[in-house]
């Protein structure tokens, strides 16, 4: 343990030039014009092609990749490919603006092994501990084992709570018994038998989403069984992290055939024409184009599809209507000088952001004078979800980030150079009280020739490996269709 000894005074006007933001950039982007409702009528096709995919992230570059062969067109709104998994580097150093890792084989990430296996990428397992940051420069390494645990500076009712929770009561819950009656009940309803201390500690530090507000006490609980972040059975990645695996889908993509991915390009329109094929419309560079395609498939998130969907069957709509999503920006911090170098994950307790990951750790090839990397994520709560759109609250943010995270690592403000910010609206979907059980089980059902591919629709807490498999599927199925 190390204690800090000065502290920087950050404010917005003294690290707003060391900014960049990606995702939905400022001052402006197309999603905040549909929203506008400002795009006119559909024109006619200008185009006749097998397939287009609406949307280039993991799932949409998936199918994309799978259906390379054929004649299509993958749309994407924003300016970079990769949605909620984009490339990015930092003076030599890659890193995901998003996705980070995933399981070791045989756990939950098999599709995304698979496919790591044919575009011949490697994922490493991290071997480093994970860590716990206190305020005051206080760090525990693997606060899951007995002697982290009891190094963590939390008073002893938090910590016997704790084991109460894990060891007594949640193996004791029969979770698909009451799964009804636990969906319909939030997990910090069901929390409220705890001590506040207790509630603070799990708020804090140990959920896997947003807030116990928000959440099903049926996921949540599901989730705590599973031993929330202590993920014993370990994580794997490669530098760039998972947006590795999108850029060399984008490039595979390319080398199949130039000119195929379309950034900027913004479809507001998609519905059936009379001999059932399918018209998408998009906005680019102030024009508008229509193409006309064999199927569809959409990648786009839930709250964009069910609007630009115009031939939906009502219940999906109705369903998809009722996801709620909150957003999720990442804060990258980038250095010349060491910020923090024993390890890979961090959790970070009682700060705005709630991890850590070093993407240069990955990167120790570089040898020791790499630059530094933390990327940090805030998964926001769902009442604040709007606030991503404003460039003067992200700003704020970011310095209170910063503020927050010079306590825990020290100097770390005065040795930051650059800030890569990455910014989406509602681009995380959250399992919330009557989700599980409710509309989670009518999503993704294909209609007509339009089927879906997003991560949302398999899993109520998407990862990478289900976008890869909803990539996977949706693909299978368009091809089905064009050898009919
Ligand atoms: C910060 C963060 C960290 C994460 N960490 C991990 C992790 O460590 N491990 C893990 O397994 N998973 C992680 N995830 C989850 C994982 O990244 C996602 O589940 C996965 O990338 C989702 O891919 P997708 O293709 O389903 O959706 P998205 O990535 O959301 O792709 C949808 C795409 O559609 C585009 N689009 C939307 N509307 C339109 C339109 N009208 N026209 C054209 N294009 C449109 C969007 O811009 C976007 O590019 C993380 C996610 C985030 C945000």
Request: aromatic share 12%; proline share 7%; glycine share 8%.
């Amino acid at each position: 343990m190390r204690k800090k000894t000065h502290m920087h005074d950050i404010t917005p006007e003294s690290i707003e030039k060391k900014i960049v933001f990606h995702g939905e950039v400022f001052p402006d982007n197309p999603n905040r014009k549909f929203e506008r409702e400002e795009f006119p009528p559909p024109p006619e096709p200008q185009r006749d092609i097998d397939v287009v995919i609406i949307g280039g992230g993991a799932g949409g570059l998936t199918a994309a990749y799978r259906l390379r062969d054929c004649n299509m067109l993958l749309l994407e709104a924003l300016p970079q490919l990769g949605g909620n998994s984009m490339y990015c580097e930092w003076e030599g150093v890659p890193f995901s603006l998003g996705g980070q890792y995933i399981g070791v084989p045989g756990t939950w990430a098999d599709s995304a092994w698979d496919l790591c296996r044919e575009l011949n990428l490697h994922p490493e397992k991290d071997d480093s501990p994970l860590t716990v940051a206190f305020p005051g420069d206080v760090q525990v390494q693997n606060p899951y084992s007995a002697r982290g645990f009891l190094r963590m500076p939390l008073p002893w009712r938090v910590k016997r709570d704790i084991l109460r929770f894990y060891f007594f009561d949640m193996p004791r819950i029969d979770i698909e018994a009451r799964k009804d009656e636990l969906d319909q009940i939030s997990f910090s309803e069901f929390l409220k038998k705890y001590s506040p201390e207790f509630r603070d500690w799990y708020e804090l530090l140990a959920k896997p989403y947003p807030n116990t507000e928000d959440a099903s006490a049926y996921y949540a609980i599901t989730s705590a069984r599973e031993g929330d972040y202590a993920e014993d059975k370990g994580i794997c990645s490669f530098p760039g992290g998972l947006a590795l695996i999108n850029k060399t889908l984008q490039d595979k993509v390319e080398e199949a055939g130039p000119g195929r991915m379309l950034t900027g390009a913004f479809v507001y329109s998609v519905r059936h024409d009379a001999n059932g094929r399918v018209l998408a419309t998009y906005w680019r560079d102030g024009k508008i184009f229509t193409v006309r395609a064999r199927a569809a498939i959409v990648n786009a998130e839930s709250n964009i599809a069910m609007k630009i969907l115009h031939d939906i069957p009502e219940d999906l709509k109705v369903a998809m209507g009722r996801m709620r999503r909150f957003s999720y920006p990442t804060f990258h911090f980038c250095s010349h000088q060491p910020i923090y170098r024993r390890g890979y994950r961090v959790g970070v307790m009682g700060c705005t952001i709630q991890a850590v990951t070093v993407p240069d750790w990955f990167c120790r090839h570089l040898g020791a004078g790499r630059p530094n990397i933390l990327s940090c994520f805030n998964k926001m709560s769902l009442k604040d979800v709007d606030t991503v759109k404003n460039k003067e609250h992200m700003v704020r943010m970011t310095a209170r980030v910063l503020t927050e995270l010079d306590m825990r690592f020290t100097d770390m403000a005065a040795k930051v150079e650059a800030i890569h910010v990455f910014l989406r609206t509602r681009n995380y979907c959250i399992p919330y009280p009557g989700y599980i059980t409710s509309v989670f089980p009518t999503l993704g059902r294909p209609f007509g020739n339009v089927f879906f591919a997003n991560a949302e629709y398999l899993n109520p807490v998407s990862h990478f490996p289900d976008a890869v498999t909803a990539g996977n599927q949706a693909a299978a199925a368009v091809r089905k269709l064009l050898q009919q």
